[in-house]
């Protein structure tokens, strides 16, 4: 990896914004550019040459993102906009016609709001019950705390891979084993870890997993809902229309394709997965060890230069992440960061989206630096 791959890089401007949204390689950009420029047609709806070489480059990117996380299945990859779609889809179109009243879905206060509020929609219009798994006093989740969280009425358990606050990393393949033991469903948000760590998901066997493209250098509008093939086929597709269906003749005759086609419905974000594609193959031409190991040097170098600083007070002093949440004493963590934009550097501030933590921390509202490669 070059700074110079990075044309946003040529500026002067320090990025530490990343788990919000990522710079994107030139490689990236050349290749959603080719698309627009060389072979523009839509994605499964043409027989002439340029509709067909879509179809290969989507399709492929398909099988770029089934390497990548090790799913067993090409079905089990159904490309979204992102993150939060996955996660609503998830709730909605499965869960929504699996729980009963009473049912329990446990979560933290740490979680992103698109890991909190379809869960909140459900309870609702359901009567199922959301429960708040503890943390530990450096607000890291345990397969302990897990265990104790449990009880007869647990039906899922929904959990970041990584949180974007605190940066802690979840013992996610050792709950799933506990939890499966158990019959219980395990959903995880890989938004924040996916662009920074091995995922096999073969290996941590969750029941669904989704991330998005756009946090891993790739396009915005791009995303990832992994399930496994048997779930898939009975989640119900929130979208109906062009695209996903065989044939409808009247309400009572409606066939659908199979997965993935079947939870696509409409024109697909075709650039965004051939971008999302070349982040991958850009990613993977360093190595995801290598990434983790770099990331990790750089919090160590930020926080030992941080600590000594008296009037800056670290929120997370222990991470798995690259992540650094801090406040500056008695000054809004919005007026640091209009302040540090006036020396080009660029951190995020506020609730993060995790808008619950507070009860956890004690503080509203934090800067934050994430970093990348």
């Known amino acids: 990896m070059n700074r110079e791959d990075f044309p946003m890089l040529r500026q002067d401007i320090i990025y ?14 050349d290749k959603i550019t080719e698309y627009y420029s060389e072979y523009t047609a839509n994605a499964h709806r043409g027989d002439y040459t340029s509709s067909i070489k879509v179809d290969m480059e989507y399709e492929g990117a398909r099988n770029i993102v089934q390497d990548f996380i090790n799913a067993k299945n090409r079905e089990e990859i159904v490309f979204t906009s992102g993150s939060t779609q996955g996660l609503n889809m998830i709730a909605e179109g499965f869960f929504g016609n699996f729980l009963e009243a009473g049912d329990e879905i446990l979560i933290t206060k740490s979680e992103h709001a698109s890991n909190v509020l379809p869960w909140f929609r459900l309870e609702n219009k359901l ?18 705390n897990v265990k104790k969280s449990i009880t007869p009425r647990t039906k ?27 019959e219980i469903f395990v ?28 946090k891993m ?36 005759k409606i066939f659908l394709k199979s997965l993935p086609t079947r939870l696509e419905a409409g024109t697909p974000n075709i650039a965004g997965a051939i ?15 290598k ?16 600590i000594d600083i008296k009037h800056i007070d670290i929120i997370d002093i222990e991470s798995d992440a690259g992540i ?36 956890e921390v004690g503080v509203k509202n934090t800067c934050r630096v994430s970093l990348y490669i």
Not at 16 to 28: E, I, L, S, W
Not at 189 to 195: F, K
Not at 291 to 306: P, V
């Open 217 to 252: 250098l790739g396009p915005t509008g791009i995303g990832v809902l992994y399930g496994k093939k048997e779930l898939l086929e009975n989640l119900e597709p929130i979208n109906l229309g062009g695209g996903m269906n065989e044939s409808f003749d009247s309400p009572d």
């Open 187 to 214: 959903v995880v948000d890989a938004a924040q870890s996916a662009p920074h760590i091995k995922i096999d998901v073969q290996d941590l066997d969750p029941d669904f997993l989704v991330f998005s493209g756009h």
């Open 156 to 182: 899922v358990i929904s959990l970041a891979h990584i949180t974007n606050v605190i940066g802690d990393l979840r013992p996610i393949k050792e709950i799933c084993k506990f939890a499966h033991e158990r």
């Open 275 to 289: 971008g999302l594609g070349e982040a991958i193959k850009y990613l993977e031409s360093i190595g995801m060890d």
């Open 324 to 359: 650094v949440a801090f406040n500056v004493l008695d000054i809004f963590s919005q007026d640091v960061a209009v302040y540090l934009d006036k020396y080009n550097i660029c951190v995020r501030a506020g609730n993060h989206c995790a808008k619950i933590l507070k009860d």
């Open 291 to 306: 990434i983790q190991e770099h990331e990790k040097e750089l919090r160590s170098y930020l926080i030992n230069k941080l």
């Open 127 to 144: 009567g199922v019950k959301v429960n708040y798994i503890p943390l530990d006093d450096n607000y890291y989740v345990t397969l302990e």
């Open 16 to 29: 530490f914004d990343n788990g919000a949204t990522t710079y994107k390689p030139q490689c990236v950009i």
